[in-house]
C-alpha cells in the first residue's frame, strides 16, 4: 500500500532556528503482511512538541531521547486505530496511541510499544491523549504536584512562562486548582492572553512582546511569587526569578527560548540570579516527567475526570494533513499556536 511519510531532510545546526524545509514529505510503500507481535495502524494525529528541537541535532544533549537520523523517517507523540493486528492485546479497531509514532499516514509498529487507550474518556476527542489527557498533563499536573509544594490556604501565587502552550495552560489550572490563589500566564500576544483569563481562568496575563514584564509581574503578584512553572527560560525567567519570595519554587519544565543555541540544558544562569536562588533560598529543580511514571495511570484517571467535568479546559490548534508537519513544527517553535499544536491526520 502507498503511504505518505515525513523524514528529516536536513538539521537547522545546533545555534540554527527550525524551518519546514528541514522536513521532507515521502510516499513510500508499506507491506500489509504483519509478522507476530505487528499491528497495522492508520493514524489519526500527530503531536509536534519543543523537546522535539533537541532530536533535530545529532547530539540531543539530554539523555532521555535520541536523535533523529537524517533521510529517516521521524517520530512523536502519536494516536491511531488497528486496521489489522498479529499482536493478541491489539484488535481491529481499537484506538492506540505511543511516544514513538512514526510521521506516517499508515504505519507497522510492534504491538507492545503500543498503549490502548478509550475514546470514552475524552468525549471523543482522541487528540486530548497527545496533550491534556497524555504525556503533556502528566507532565503539567506532576511538575505542579512534586516540585511546586502548592499547599490549600497558603494563599500562594503561580507565575506560568509560555502559558498559552500546551503544558503551561494545563499547569496554570491545575495551581488554581490544587490551592493558589493567584495564578499569572505570561505569554506572547493579546489574543493568548485574552484566552488565558477568559477562558481558562487565570487571574492575569502579561503579554512579553508588548509590556515591561518586571512592572506587569509587580502589579498582577502584590505578595510576591511563590511558584513559578518555567517553560521558557532566558530574560523572562529572570524577571520572574527576580520577584520570587525567599523559600519559593522554581518547577524547571522546558527552556524554549533557548533551544535554539548550543548551551546545556539546563542553560546556564547569570552570577545575579544564582544569588538571588542562594540568598532566598530558592528551589529550581529540573522535571522530567519520565522520571514519574509510577505515578501516570492515576494522574491521567485524574486530568481525565478533570476535563470531563470542564475543570480543565483544553486549548488546541489543529492543523490538517501530513504535507503540513514542517510548518506546524516551525509555527509552534515560534509561539504560532494556543494550546497543544495538532495534526490531524485522517478521521
Given amino acids: 500500500m502507498q503511504v505518505q511519510r515525513v523524514v528529516l531532510n536536513s538539521r537547522p545546526g545546533k545555534n540554527g532556528a527550525p524551518v519546514a524545509e528541514n522536513f521532507r514529505l515521502e510516499e513510500t510503500t508499506l507491506s500489509r503482511d504483519l509478522k507476530d507481535g505487528e499491528v497495522l495502524v492508520r493514524t489519526l494525529c500527530l503531536s509536534v512538541d519543543p523537546y522535539m528541537r533537541c532530536r533535530m541535532n545529532e547530539d540531543t544533549g539530554v539523555d532521555y531521547v535520541t536523535p533523529w537520523q537524517l533521510c529517516e523517517c521521524v517520530d512523536g507523540g502519536g494516536v491511531g486505530v488497528v486496521e489489522s493486528s498479529r499482536c493478541s492485546p491489539c484488535s481491529e479497531g481499537d484506538v492506540v496511541t505511543s511516544f514513538n509514532w512514526p510521521w506516517q499516514t499508515y504505519a507497522v509498529m510492534n504491538g507492545s510499544a503500543l498503549q490502548k487507550v478509550d475514546p470514552k474518556l475524552v468525549d471523543g476527542r482522541v487528540s486530548y491523549f497527545l496533550g491534556a489527557v497524555g504525556i503533556t498533563g502528566l507532565t503539567a499536573l506532576l511538575g505542579v504536584r512534586e516540585k511546586g509544594n502548592v499547599t490549600k490556604g497558603a494563599g500562594q501565587?503561580?507565575?506560568?512562562?509560555?502559558?498559552?502552550?500546551?503544558?503551561?495552560?494545563?499547569?496554570?489550572?491545575?495551581?488554581?486548582?490544587?490551592?493558589?490563589?493567584?495564578?499569572?500566564?505570561?505569554?506572547?500576544?493579546?489574543?493568548?492572553?485574552?484566552?488565558?483569563?477568559?477562558?481558562?481562568?487565570?487571574?492575569?496575563?502579561?503579554?512579553?512582546?508588548?509590556?515591561?514584564?518586571?512592572?506587569?509581574?509587580?502589579?498582577?503578584?502584590?505578595?510576591?511569587?511563590?511558584?513559578?512553572?518555567?517553560?521558557?527560560?532566558?530574560?523572562?525567567?529572570?524577571?520572574v526569578i527576580t520577584q520570587m519570595n525567599s523559600g519559593s519554587h522554581v518547577i524547571l519544565c522546558g527552556q524554549i527560548s533557548q533551544y535554539n543555541k548550543d548551551v546545556p540544558y539546563p542553560p546556564p544562569?547569570?552570577?545575579?540570579?544564582?544569588?538571588?536562588?542562594?540568598?532566598?533560598?530558592?528551589?529550581?529543580?529540573?522535571?522530567?516527567?519520565?522520571?514519574?511514571?509510577?505515578?501516570?495511570?492515576?494522574?491521567?484517571?485524574?486530568?481525565s475526570q478533570r476535563v470531563q467535568s470542564g475543570q480543565i479546559k483544553v486549548l488546541e490548534t489543529v492543523v490538517n494533513g501530513i504535507e503540513n508537519m514542517g510548518d506546524a513544527f516551525c509555527s509552534m517553535m515560534t509561539g504560532g499556536n494556543i494550546?497543544?499544536?495538532?495534526?490531524?491526520?485522517?478521521?
Avoid at 339 to 347: A, L
Wanted: net charge negative; glycine share 10%.
Fill in 339 to 347: 494550546g497543544k499544536q495538532i495534526i490531524k491526520i485522517s478521521e
Fill in 157 to 239: 501565587t503561580m507565575v506560568v512562562s509560555g502559558a498559552a502552550g500546551a503544558c503551561g495552560s494545563i499547569a496554570g489550572q491545575i495551581g488554581s486548582l490544587d490551592g493558589c490563589v493567584r495564578v499569572v500566564g505570561i505569554c506572547g500576544s493579546d489574543e493568548k492572553c485574552r484566552a488565558l483569563v477568559d477562558d481558562l481562568g487565570f487571574s492575569s496575563a502579561i503579554n512579553y512582546r508588548r509590556e515591561d514584564v518586571p512592572a506587569r509581574l509587580t502589579e498582577c503578584c502584590p505578595d510576591g511569587i511563590d511558584v513559578y512553572f518555567d517553560n521558557v527560560g532566558g530574560a523572562i525567567s529572570d524577571a
Fill in 269 to 303: 544562569l547569570s552570577e545575579e540570579i544564582k544569588e538571588t536562588l542562594r540568598r532566598k533560598n530558592i528551589t529550581r529543580e529540573r522535571f522530567t516527567v519520565l522520571n514519574y511514571m509510577n505515578k501516570a495511570e492515576a494522574a491521567l484517571c485524574e486530568l
